[in-house]
């Protein structure tokens, strides 16, 4: 009886350092991840980094956008994870997207009819992005009435502009 017990706990005792070591090697084949390189994605514009992030099994993540003035609008400016460092494959990296260059002159736009306007700001490669129209008896028509960035601010490509749609009383 007792060869049997001390038989027993022999089994049981090498079943389960069978199994430890079979959970163990199995942990490890399964969570191992090739280590690879960190590439240089500074100045690539995303669909090119997108390329090479993908080649090596890593994903980009846009963590924002900022004005610079070297590198072009869409290019990336900053990473997270440093060229040329370390790390297993599958993980995320942070990318910084850049705006481009802040507009050195805001031009003023205040005055001047929504035709003018969009010359102007066409010719400086700048675009409106929301207009506003509100009643005012104080400006005529289709006039500017405020602007966003105003000419004292910088500013990006985008501008706001607020154009009169004359008095509410004409329309009656």
């Known amino acids: 009886m007792r060869k ?19 959970g163990h090697f199995t942990f490890e084949l399964l969570s191992y991840n090739k280590i690879i390189e960190m590439p240089n ?14 080649s090596l099994r890593l994903q980009l993540r846009l963590d924002g956008e900022e004005h610079d003035n070297q590198i072009p609008q869409g290019h ?8 040329g460092y370390k790390l297993k494959e599958g993980r995320e ?4 997207i850049s705006k481009g260059p802040r507009i050195k002159e805001i031009p003023n736009l205040t005055g001047k009819s929504l035709d003018e306007a969009e010359e102007i700001l066409k010719e400086k490669g700048l675009k409106l992005s929301r207009i506003i129209f509100v009643h005012t008896p104080f400006y005529d028509k289709n006039i500017i009435i405020a602007q966003r960035p105003e ?11 607020v154009v009169s749609l004359g008095n509410s009383e004409e329309l009656r």
Do not use: C, H
């Not at 100045?43 to 993908?54: F, L, P, T």
């Not at 990336?76 to 060229?83: E, M, R, S």
């Not at 990296?93 to 910084?96: L, N």
């Open 4 to 22: 049997k017990i001390i038989k027993f706990l022999l089994y049981s005792f090498l079943l389960l350092t069978l199994g430890l070591m079979a």
């Open 41 to 54: 994605l500074k100045g690539k514009n995303v669909e090119e980094a997108q390329r090479i992030v993908s």
């Open 76 to 83: 990336i400016l900053k990473q997270d994870i440093k060229a």
């Open 93 to 96: 990296v942070g990318i910084i």
């Open 151 to 161: 000419p004292i601010e910088s500013g990006g490509n985008l501008f706001s502009v």
